[in-house]
């Protein structure tokens, strides 16, 4: 994972600790879904180059 996205989930982890204790469980939701997707989308990368990801349906 690079360095850019460590320190956006660190902040979007903070935000949404921050948000958990002023009572705000919708909003620290929303931050939980970003930190997900954004190791999801980098777990994603990882495993799946992009040049070897090509649309089946195209190809049949």
Do not use: G, Y
């Not at 850019?4 to 929303?30: F, G, S």
């Amino acid at each position: 994972m690079n360095t850019e996205m460590q320190t956006k989930i660190r902040e979007w982890e903070a935000e949404r600790d921050r948000n958990l204790r002023i009572h705000c469980p919708l909003v620290a939701a929303k931050f939980q879904r970003w930190i997900e997707r954004a190791k999801k989308e980098n777990d994603r990368q990882h495993f799946q180059p992009r040049d070897k990801i090509f649309n089946k349906k195209a190809c049949s």
